[in-house]
């Protein structure tokens, strides 16, 4: 199993910026694809941004310029640097992290992110 814990997200004006963490911990070998989903209320869940274990990314259309993933494979962590944020980029956050040998994805609590306008 793989636990994941998410920090960082809170209350912030529009315009502002928000660093997300995830920390992963258990059985962390062979994870593949690190990642962040979003869900605003109302909405379905999205993929905003993942990273593989070799650095490569990808990212929504809405978040492309003002979002970064990144990842420190040492500290088995990854981040989500938040600027330019918008009243619609309000949603709970989820960290995940995916074994592609054997297609298990793993999912944090959660972290609620805010932005008032």
């Known amino acids: 199993q793989v636990q994941l814990v998410e920090s960082g997200g809170g209350l912030v004006q529009a315009g502002g910026s928000l660093r997300l963490s995830c920390a992963a911990s258990?059985?962390?070998?062979?994870?593949?694809?690190m990642g962040w989903y979003r869900q605003a209320p109302g909405k379905q869940l999205e993929l905003v941004a993942d990273?593989?274990?070799?650095?490569?990314?990808n990212y929504i259309t809405s978040v492309k310029d003002r979002f970064t993933i990144s990842r420190d494979n040492a500290k088995n962590t990854v981040y989500l640097e938040m600027n330019s944020l918008k009243p619609e980029d309000t949603a709970v956050y989820y960290c995940?992290?995916?074994?592609?040998?054997?297609?298990?994805?793993?999912w944090g609590q959660g972290i609620q992110v805010t932005v008032n306008s």
């Open positions: 995940t992290a995916y074994k592609s040998y054997s297609s298990s994805r793993y």
């Open positions: 258990g059985i962390i070998s062979r994870i593949n694809t």
């Open positions: 990273i593989t274990s070799g650095g490569s990314t």
